[in-house]
């Protein structure tokens, strides 16, 4: 069983740029979720997809966006970055979404700098 | 709406003291709870969960929680702290979204484990 993947590890971009961080779930997941953690806080949800679809959306501007692929593969997408989009940025898969006692795993985070 | 409090952002202990770590919720039902666990740059790893039933929840690496209804409380504790035990501490509740769920977080514990 393969786990939680995400590329790049570290990524630095300016401010006003845009920039895509990805995902690959485990095999068999069809449901992802990203969440945002900022320095020395816990993570914050910031939607989650399901079959391909939003499937529910936290707390953050339509410039956060995503995208999810049949091969289990996700993409998160940040438009117009600020300074404060700097964080690291988690993906979870888990089985489904309906289920709350469903384990959400995590990837090991791709560490966003905005200067 | 759901949320958790965890009580001290540090808590350094000995080589073989206990570990206690503390984690208050707020639902306004049943709730699902969490401990996840973050190593220096690494992503979350789920340590254990309370869902229904038995009470005292028991999870990897020796650590265990209780779910106390009365006291609104999902502590984490450990007997006898080890220096891999060093880490960043993640409570955590399941809140419903529609369809889906999402994990709130609190903002962490960092566990120092002194030699």
């Known amino acids: 069983e393969t786990g939680v993947t995400q590329s790049p590890t570290h990524l630095i971009k300016t401010r006003g740029q845009q920039v895509t961080l990805r995902c690959s779930s485990q095999?068999?997941?069809?449901?992802v979720s990203w969440y945002q953690q900022a320095l020395g806080q816990g993570p914050q949800f910031i939607f989650q997809?399901?079959?391909?679809?939003?499937?529910g959306r936290g707390n953050f501007p339509p410039r956060f966006s995503g995208l999810q692929f049949p091969n289990y593969s996700s993409e998160l997408n940040v438009n117009a970055l600020e300074l404060d989009d700097s964080a690291l940025y988690l993906c979870?898969?888990?089985?489904?979404?309906?289920?709350?006692?469903?384990?959400?795993?995590f990837g090991p985070g791709t560490r966003l700098t905005v200067l | 709406a759901q949320s958790v409090t965890q009580l001290g952002s540090h808590v350094s202990v000995s080589e073989g003291a206990l570990v206690l770590l503390r984690c208050n919720y707020s639902?306004?039902?049943?709730?699902?709870l969490f401990w996840y666990v973050q190593y220096p740059n690494q992503g979350l790893q789920l340590l254990l969960k309370?869902?229904?039933?038995?009470?005292l929840v028991k999870g990897i690496n020796g650590f265990e929680a209780e779910f106390k209804k009365s006291e609104t409380s999902f502590h984490l504790t450990k007997p006898s702290a080890h220096m891999s035990d060093a880490a960043e501490y993640f409570c955590?509740?399941?809140?419903?979204?529609?369809?889906?769920?999402?994990?709130?977080f609190g903002s962490g514990t960092r566990l120092l484990v002194r030699p």
């Open positions: 095999s068999g997941h069809n449901t």
């Open positions: 997809y399901y079959r391909e679809e939003e499937n």
């Open positions: 979870a898969s888990s089985l489904a979404p309906g289920r709350t006692t469903d384990t959400q795993y």
């Open positions: 955590a509740v399941s809140a419903e979204m529609d369809s889906s769920y999402k994990l709130i």
């Open positions: 309370y869902t229904t039933g038995a009470t």
């Open positions: 639902s306004s039902v049943p709730p699902y």
